[in-house]
């Protein structure tokens, strides 16, 4: 089906050769029909789903409607109803509405945005993996993300997952507190949740070919310090920095986790290869485990 943009530019076409310039007002008329932030957000939701679509197999292509329903069934695990229902709406409007011989078809998005709000969708695991670490690092490659975004992405989750950072700990890193070593990354915190008074602590990470180059390379674009900035240079914020790991997450089909779950889920990785219980806590500052 063409989309709703090449059916506007299809009647505004269809308005000249008829001799008639309102091709503004078919614009207006069309675009207006919904409020500007629930076009925005219309968006934000259909560009996950062409993102999934266009990052796999032909047959993702193939009928929208079915792959809407696989897109939502992979959506489901640890994503609230109302997002996966924002997507429905927005696919309807995108479509110009529900046809009726699409019936069955929309019925089933529905129930499973009905599954998803009764709460009858798969439980979401409280911590990550090392297996969910592996699968998001190994697919951010294929993101459409510029390489600076997966690189930060990438730097971000192993300081979660194996430095055993809070997330604020990991968007307040600087240039000046990462130290090459021969095995490891020394990495200095100079103030976590635990440590007000800004005494510092270290933490060692161990090197490995492409977290050396993403860490390498978001460290010399830093402009104002930051090792994890935004696209000004400046701090990232913890919230934004969230927002960015659930994205991923979408991206690559793994439930939705949190940056607390990759920390909790980091160091039950570590406990469970046999790291003494006092050095995981001292590595994740923690007054017990």
Known sequence: PRSRDEVVRSLIDAAYKMDERVGGRIRSLLGG????STVKAYKSALRSFREWQSSGPE???RD???SAAVFLARRSNGVEATSLATFVSALAYERFGRKPEE???WAILDEMVKAQRRGTAANVQEFASTQDVRTLLECLPRTSWPQWRKDRAHVLLMLLFYGLLRVSEAVALRAGDVEAGGEFWTLRIRKSKTDQESKGSSIYIGREERFDAALSRCSQRQIHGYV???TEGRMWSPS?????VRKI??????RSLSPHSFRRGGATSALDSGTDVNAVRRRGRWASL
Do not use: N
């Open 240 to 244: 934004a920095a969230a927002s960015e």
């Open 228 to 230: 994890l900035a935004t």
């Open 103 to 105: 019936a069955m078809e």
């Open 249 to 254: 997450c979408v991206f690559t089909g793994v």
């Open 33 to 36: 029909a919904r409020a500007p």
């Open 64 to 66: 929208e409607l079915a």
């Open 59 to 61: 047959e993702r292509r």
